[in-house]
């Protein structure tokens, strides 16, 4: 596995925003997202985007409130966050993929061959 360096997170009060970013060392990548879990939870699908085509994929609870994008940098993907809720309180882990994955796979975890160690968001008032 290549490892994935993530940043932000944090404490943020109920309707606030926070800002996550993910970095992947080595070949560039196809797609690149994010899973949360949350204590006691089963592992959700955040979002995702295919680095080429910039096309985007949002699981039902966040949309419309986050919103994934690609930076300049190679590999490197950012999760805005905004209108965020107690419910959104969990840990974000990065994931990427390589080589190509069909859509219906996208929200799948096993399907990514890179994983970062996740990073804690914790919304609060």
């Known amino acids: 596995q290549v490892p994935l360096v993530e940043s932000g997170g944090g404490l943020v009060q109920p309707g606030g925003s926070l800002r996550l970013s993910c970095a992947a060392s080595?070949?560039?990548?196809?797609?690149m997202g994010w899973f949360r879990q949350a204590p006691g939870k089963e592992r959700e699908f955040v979002a995702a985007?295919?680095?080429?085509?910039?096309?985007?994929y949002y699981g039902d609870s966040v949309k419309g409130r986050f919103t994934v994008s690609r930076e300049n940098a190679k590999n490197t993907v950012t999760l805005q966050m905004n209108s965020l809720k107690p419910e959104d309180t969990a840990v974000y882990y990065c994931v990427a993929r390589g080589s190509r994955i069909i859509t219906s796979a996208t929200s799948n975890w096993e399907m990514y061959t890179d994983y970062g160690q996740g990073t804690q968001v914790t919304v609060s008032a």
């Open positions: 985007m295919r680095l080429s085509s910039r096309t985007t």
């Open positions: 080595g070949d560039n990548k196809f797609i």
